[in-house]
């Protein structure tokens, strides 16, 4: 099947109504809690999937590639508006985002985000559209041994970028490969960790794990600080930056694009990454460097670019091979299981409809942003006057509902209170929990790639070796391993008692 | 640190149990004991390096220095549970406004009147919803 019959499929599926309101919805809930502090994507997603039920698994997918594309739309408005960051991937614009409204130029800061998202998610489709095909082909002829060659490179590289200590993201990647072995085992039928109860013999479900580590424990957390939200009241004038703003901000915008797709398709780095990178080389490239942090349209344009496009490379891992590079792919790839969709190399050919139309629906739902953001930011910055005392149980009531509606089980709910208590003290030791939820995903492939991999190989690790592909990206691995246990031991050994700048502790370690 | 190292331990130990069988034909207690082993040894590694850094003190007190909120998060969790427990039986029309009101008082909201108002406005609001969108929620005692 050819690009163009293709992208026929897709916007033949996407242009359809009901696929066009779904779409729509899930860009505007995207945007909702882009703006709201509190609820980040994952958990948004984790609400609202059980409402995708009833939806044929398209459209569900559709939906939810909104909520997660919205979200980055959003999440920059509070950071110019309010110098708060909706999203952990636009702590970054707060920087000169809210320099350049308290200049009075928010509207010129709000449009070159908003246009800058909208260039970089585009070409960044596009480029996705030109990475997927030759992936999955190879990717077709990938075995057991590749397979778990890739997927133990995957978690290297998410431990080597963790933005905290990487010891502790490798801890919560072994916690969560456990967490995925709970239940009956596929191969031999054996019961694995259920200690005696009923419910653990099915494994332990993905909506309440997610739900509890993301949404209940964000509110958990967030009921400790009693946010302070101070409105920055300014006329919104001239949303359209001038030519003078356009000359600064597009070279920023394309090596933006280049940087977050490519962060995009790395394990691990994601768009969060993408934007401090995005940052650091506009600083650095700049002939005046000193503006940056002063309200420089460059240091807005950039990141926000870099964020948005990364959204487009994180599809390719899943789409292509399966593997999900961040915590809310892999959220997308739960969903697309629940589905019965496997996701991998064969899911263009045997589903061409869902692929084709999440690709062209992902086109429809930028534009639909930018039509929903460039207008309707005074709307957007007025929700963020809602208190959190409001917010909070609500937040908590569709936790509840959505987990509760998988299964119609109590014991979900149980559960999901348990891992967001759980996930509330990660959080307070500094531990990340979104290495444990994709290594949680990846956990069952990567045993049974590593299980038909010894029985091929009749128990020789020399298996690993002999397949040229496998030895290559195991090698990379353990040579980044072992770097980065060096440079934690260095580190420890040198004994940086300050506390290091956040954005240089996961980056280049 | 101690957690980890206890916690591998255990995991190791009791994926040994499940059976290992070797490596040309892998049971399912393989997979277990190799994440178990690695877990042990980076939290060995860990403990070594904090040991090192003599930061370690500071970290283990990070999670006692809030304890001011320690009373509204056990009574969001607590509710939560009473919830879960309670939601089968009693139904959700009646639970869920008693949730919301526990909610909204926990997070600081003072009167009791547009509590309770909101409250059964939002389940109200929410079951048919959710009811509608084909979403089962518990009945309970009312049956509609």
Redesign the interface.
Known sequence: MDLFSGLLIGFNVALQPVNLFYCFAGCCIGTLIGVLPGIGPVGAMSILLSMTFGLPPATAIIMLAGIFYGAMYGGSTTSIMVNIPGEPSSVITCLDGYQMARQGRAGAALGISALGSFIGGTLSLIGLLFLVFPLAQAALQFGPPEFFALICGSMVFLVYLSKGAAGKAFIMILIGLILGTVGIDRISGVSRFDFGFPYLLDGIDFIPLAMGLFGISEVLMNLEETMERTIFESKLRNLLPNLEDWKRSIGPILRGTLIGFFGGILPGAGPVTATFLSYTIEKKLSKDPGRFGQGAIEGVAGPETANNAATGGSFVPVLALGIPPNVIMAFLMGALIIHGVSPGPLLISQHPQIFWGVMASMYVGNCMLLLLNLPLIGFWVKLLRIPYRILMPMILLFCIIGSYSVSNSVMDVIVMVIFGVVGYILRKFDYEAAPLLVAYILGPMLERAFRQSMVLSDGKFSIFMERRIAAVILLISALLLLHAGYSYYRKAKLKVGSKRPPQETGDHP | MMF?LG??LF?TV??YT??LK???????????FI??L??CL??L??LV??L????AVE?TN??EE?K??LG??SL??GS??A???L??RLGFLIT?PL??MA??RG???RKWRSIVFTSIL?SLI?YFA?TY??????AGILRF
């Open positions: 980890w916690m591998g995991v009791y994926a499940l059976g070797g490596f040309h034909d892998p049971g399912p207690g393989l997979m277990p994440v178990g690695l877990l980076v939290s590694y860990l390096t904090s090192l850094k003599r930061d970290e990070k999670g809030k001011v909120s509204a998060i969001v969790v939560l549970i919830y879960a427990l939601m089968e869920t949730l919301l909610l909204f997070s600081g909201a939002t929410v959710f969108l084909r979403v089962r929620l518990p």
